[in-house]
Structure formats: C-alpha cells, structure tokens
C-alpha cells in the first residue's frame, strides 16, 4: 500500500520507511500543512489532524507521528510540547533544566495515526522509557535522540543503527502495531 506520512520530519519518514518497505508498502512524505493543535494529549492532536486530512485527503492513504519526550522530573516536561521546547530551549535546555540531579528518567512516546480512503480512523501507540545523559552524545537519529538512552543500553538513541532504534523506540513500538494491524486488515 502507498502511504503518505504527513509530516515536515524526515527523520520519521526514514523510521517509517525501514519498517514499512520491506513489507510492501510504500511509505512517502507529504507536507499537506495539517493544524497541529495544541492539546493535552498526543491523541488529542493525532485526532485532530485525521479529521482535518479526512475532510481535505480523503481519498489517500495517510499517516501522521505525533511524539513527545516525558520526563519525569520535570513532571513529564517537555511532553506534548517537545516540538515547541525544541524551537526555543532546545535539548541543550532541557539539560540545564535537570542540573546535575540524580533523578534522570524518562520517557518518549509516540502515537500513529492511519487515515484509510475507506475513512477507517486508527490509533497506535508505543513508548520507550530511559534516561537522559548528561550531555548529548552522537550524531545518528534527530531531535532529542542525543540526550536519551533506552533502558537496558548505554548508548544514546543517537548512537544506535537505525534498525536498533526501531526495534527498541516508541516509534518503533507503535509501529509494530501499525505492521499488526495492516497485517490483519488485508
Ligand atoms: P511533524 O509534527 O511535522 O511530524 P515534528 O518534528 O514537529 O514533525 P513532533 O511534534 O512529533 O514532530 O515532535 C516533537 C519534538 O520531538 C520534535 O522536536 C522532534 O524532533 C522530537 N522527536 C520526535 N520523535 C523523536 C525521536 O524519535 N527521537 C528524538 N526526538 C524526537
């Protein structure tokens, strides 16, 4: 199937891609400027933007990656603001939020959002908890990737092969729900 993956990051398209295309589909990115409300909840906004691409696409088979990075002490900062903290504070400010403080964990997590010519709606879901270094470390990956390190690794999402990162990423989880569901649906 041809899916287009409404997005401005290449980074997911490439995630997405590694994933997809060896099981058929064929995964392209579309900039089709869909509102990105500001909402409470990454499904809140995923919601949002199937209904906006239901009514202006809705003949194309379309995706849309709403992700955030939660962490714990700075009670789930920046979260569904990652986007927003990534423009003004960048990683290098959410590390000077946290200090030096032994309390590092965290979480990403990311919801996918299909769009069916059928109008069929569906949600996914995947996270990955870690840690956040304490300075940024690689150059693989995007984003908050150098500052974050999946539980269970040392490295940084940075410093993972992209098949590591998707096989242990909240992306790649939320995909793997993707890959089920199309999988079932035919
Ligand atoms: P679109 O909304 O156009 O898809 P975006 O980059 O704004 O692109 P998000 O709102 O989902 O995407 O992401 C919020 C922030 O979190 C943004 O700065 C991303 O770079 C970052 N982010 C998302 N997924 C990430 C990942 O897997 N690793 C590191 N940072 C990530």
Redesign the pocket.
Known sequence: MELGLV???AG?VHELAAVLEPLGHEVTQRELGYP?VQAPTLEAVVEFGLEWLAQHHPDEALLI?????FVDALGGFPGVY??HA?DTIGPAGVLALLGNGEERSAE?R?VLGLLLPDGVHQLFHGSCRGSITRVPRGDG?????PI?IPKGDERT?AELPLAEKNGV???GRALAELVEYLGTSG
Do not use: I, P, Q, V
Not at 65 to 69: E, K, N, Q, T
């Open positions: 997005t401005s990051n997911k990105e990656d709403d992700a955030g990075l990652s986007r990534w990403f990311c990956g995007f984003g908050y990737d974050f999402f990423s909240h992306r």
